[in-house]
């Protein structure tokens, strides 16, 4: 197994591990910890696809990985202007 593989099977156990969380009501979805689970998996996902050129998965993670920043910005900015 490859260094590449070995990285998108963590990021492919993150992603599962963060719904399973959500689902589970342990994580919830307007905290940092979710979101940050799901981009780092992204992230891991991309790394993995990049060396074999499936494009398909890297945009699907690209996407969900700005998905995930966005939320964890807009998760950061809301507390720092309210607190």
């Not at 593989?5 to 719904?19: E, K, N, P, S």
């Not at 940092?32 to 799901?38: A, D, S, T, V, Y």
């Amino acid at each position: 197994m490859t260094i590449t593989q070995i990285i998108g099977w963590l990021g492919a156990i993150v992603y599962v591990l963060a719904y399973l969380l959500l689902s589970l009501e342990i994580l919830k979805s307007n905290k940092e910890l979710f979101h940050g689970m799901n981009t780092f998996g992204a992230l891991c996902l991309i790394v993995n696809a990049l060396p074999v050129g499936d494009y398909p998965t890297i945009v699907v993670n690209v996407v969900w990985g700005l998905i995930g920043l966005i939320s964890i910005i807009r998760i950061v900015l809301k507390r720092k202007f309210i607190n």
